[in-house]
């Protein structure tokens, strides 16, 4: 399969980000469809556009934590090992 030119830019917990996003959109837009709300249009795009973006936000914020834990835990083993 092969994916678009930007994808391959976008950084991983961007990536992710958007993936969860997605996933929360489809949610809310099933559970819509399931009846667990009265269904109006706007009632419709407010759960998934809030769903989608607390979703993706949310799980983008904790991939970039842990790009960044993970930076800063390689960067304290090779300057330990270095003054060894």
């Keep these: 399969m092969k994916f678009p030119s ?3 830019k976008v ?9 969860f ?11 819509m469809f399931r009846g667990f709300a ?16 607390s979703w993706g936000l949310v799980s983008w914020a904790i991939a970039a934590a842990v790009v960044e834990v993970e930076q800063d835990v390689s960067n304290d083993n090779n300057s330990s090992r270095s003054t060894d």
């Excluded at 489809?26 to 559970?31: K, N, T």
């Design 6 to 8: 930007w994808w391959s």
């Design 11 to 19: 950084s991983g917990p961007a990536k992710i980000g958007l993936a």
């Design 21 to 31: 996003g997605l996933l929360g959109a489809v949610l809310a837009a099933v559970g």
């Design 38 to 53: 009265p269904f109006t249009l706007r009632a419709f795009l407010m759960a998934v556009l809030i769903s989608g973006v």
